[in-house]
């Protein structure tokens, strides 16, 4: 029943801009908080951002200043506007639904119930 969907990613040069998208169906967008991971290649998943229902954001340091995350409560999708894109930002991109209405810290897997197929970025040469 509760199904989250990314899409967005591509190709992009360093320095480029990406927005991702993550459509979630079964469950409302104003009760939980969302979270975007990432996991490059050879690399472990890592948490990058969440949002809270009352849409404050949380960043990890590696994107503070790059990476902006929203939500469209009418269109029950969350946002992950990407800036500035470096090497390093390669990988697949997930949402996930926490088990709470706020992004619990130190953000992690755990405290995310439900996850996405994810989507991919990677950089042209």
């Known amino acids: 029943q509760v199904r989250l969907v990314e899409s967005g990613g591509g190709l992009v040069q360093p320095g480029g801009s990406l927005r991702l998208s993550c459509e979630a169906s079964?469950?409302?967008?104003?009760?939980?908080?969302i979270g975007w991971f990432r996991q490059a290649p050879g690399k472990e998943r890592e948490a990058i951002s969440c949002?809270?229902?009352?849409?404050?954001?949380k960043y990890v340091d590696s994107v503070k200043g790059r990476f902006t995350i929203s939500r469209d409560n009418a269109k029950n999708t969350v946002y992950l506007e990407m800036n500035s894109l470096k090497p390093e930002d390669v990988g697949k991109y997930y949402c996930?639904?926490?088990?709470?209405?706020?992004?619990?810290?130190?953000?992690?897997?755990?405290?995310?119930?439900?996850w996405g197929q994810g989507t991919q970025v990677t950089f042209s040469s």
């Open positions: 079964g469950f409302s967008l104003e009760d939980y908080g």
């Open positions: 949002i809270t229902t009352n849409s404050a954001t």
């Open positions: 996930a639904r926490t088990l709470f209405t706020s992004c619990p810290l130190p953000l992690r897997e755990h405290s995310f119930g439900w």
